[in-house]
Structure formats: C-alpha cells, structure tokens
C-alpha cells in the first residue's frame, strides 16, 4: 500500500522559562502510516501521544527530525493558504469533544458545507447533495441538516465532527481521543461507523488513546508510549497479545475484565 505519512525521529522540547527546566514532550519517535491503515498512538496522560497529533497537523512544530506526507517534508515554516488548503486535503482531524469544535450558532448544515467549501467543492448546486451524502454516511438523517449542535446528542455531534472531517475527503483522519466521552453503546456505535468509512474509502485512521479496548476493535497497527519515549511499535495483536514492553504489559492487564471489581478502600 502507497505510504502516506513517514515521521523520523521526532522530537518535541517546550523551552523552560526562568528556573524551570525544558520539557521534552516527544523524544525519538519513527513510524509510517500506509494508506488504509489505522494507527493507534497509546500511552498515558503526559505521554507525549497528543503532542505527535499535533506536529502531524502543524499545530506544533518539531524540535527536530522529520515529517513526510506523500513525498513531501513539512516545512517548519508558517504555510501559505494554498499550502493550508493542501494540507486539509491530506489530515483532517476529530476532537475529543465535538461540542466544542463545533460553532453552537452554526447548524450541522451550514458546518459541513463551510468545509466542502475549503474542501474546494463551490458550486452551489453540488453542495446540499453532497452534504446530505456526507450526513447520511456517518448514520445521520437529512432532518438533521437544521439541527444545530445542542440540539444533538454526544454520539450525534462526534458524527457531524467524522461528516464535517470526511468533507475534505482527506486520506489520513486523525481521532485524538474521539470516543473517550461518549457512553459505551454509543461508542461501540462509532467505533462500527469509522470501520466502515474505512472499508468504504480507504482514509488511514491515526487514534491517539488510551483505550486498549478501542485499540483492539479499529486498529491494525499500535505505537506504545511513555513519557515522550516510543516504547513498543508493530501489529496490533502481536503489540497487545505478546508485548514485549512491561509497560505496554501493565497498560494490558489494567483493561477491566469479565467479574472485575474495584477495590473499595477500608474504612478507618
């Protein structure tokens, strides 16, 4: 399969200021992403795992090394807006909350069709099909197109965010967190959908989580780290059902199982 994104050795170092010492949020990390892949960055809160999505986006950029999107080296530079524009068309990305990524005076509508637009898609007479084709393809009805986002529920609202994504028709999705606030059912619902935007257009799927369970159910591939560090990188199942790593050990054996209980703390 045609490779999509080659990141070599990526580092990421937040200057300290006055007594404070530098923090290095990313150290070292290599991987590549093909196209139809799905990527799972995993680790702990501080890990440096949202910090990776970042630089892929251009939303920080590296200390050192280097990140490759389909031949081409990102320059460090600030980009043009047709270079912008380029980029949108490359990595789109969806947030942990779509309430918050999503203008609450806009409806779902209008949102998906500001990024057709962006997208380059301008003729008007193409836009409402296309908008109810991208709405209907997340498992969204056409009446929703009025809605606006406190109208929807949680699991409604990540949809329009994946629609609003997909409308750039990007090849590589990144999904930082994408299904940690919703409930159970409802993420086994999008957990489906994105499996099957995955079979239907072959974009490359990057979650950044810290969710084995989502791990094991959506992703082929799985990068384990820790502090900033890559800890363990390869096959999903060989990753999780043989880990090399005992750090990527302790985050297996820490997913609740079937007749887990919590420990209660003894009272005094």
């Known amino acids: 399969m045609p490779e999509l994104i080659k990141v070599e050795h990526l580092r990421r170092v937040f200057t300290g200021h006055g007594k404070r010492p530098d923090i290095v949020a990313v150290s070292d990390i290599s991987f590549t992403v093909n196209s139809g892949d799905a990527l799972a960055i995993v680790g702990e809160s501080g890990s440096g795992k949202t910090t990776v999505a970042r630089m892929l986006l251009g939303l920080e950029q590296p200390s050192s090394g280097t990140i490759t999107v389909k031949g081409a080296v990102r320059s460090p530079r600030q980009p043009s807006a047709a270079e912008r524009r380029k980029r949108a068309k490359e990595i789109q990305i969806v947030f942990q909350d779509p309430y918050s990524s999503l203008d609450p005076r806009q409806t779902v509508g209008a949102a998906i069709e500001d990024a057709l637009r962006l997208g380059g898609t301008t003729e008007k007479a193409q836009l409402k099909p296309r908008t109810i084709e991208l709405l209907e393809s997340v498992g969204l009805r056409r009446d929703r197109l009025s809605a606006r986002p406190r109208a929807l529920s949680g699991g409604q609202r990540q949809r329009v965010a994946i629609a609003r994504a997909l409308a750039a028709e990007p090849e590589v999705l990144v999904l930082d967190e994408a299904v940690a606030a919703l ?86």
């Open 183 to 268: 409930d159970v059912s409802t993420q086994a619902q999008i957990l489906n959908l994105l499996n099957d935007v995955r079979r239907r257009t072959g974009v490359a799927f990057i979650f950044i989580t810290h969710d084995l369970a989502v791990v094991n159910q959506v992703c082929t591939t799985c990068l384990v780290m820790r502090q900033g560090e890559l800890v363990e990188f390869g096959e999903t199942r060989e990753v999780l059902g043989n880990p090399s790593s005992a750090y990527t050990r302790q985050l297996r054996d820490a997913v609740p199982r079937a007749g887990w209980r919590p420990h209660r703390r003894a009272e005094a």
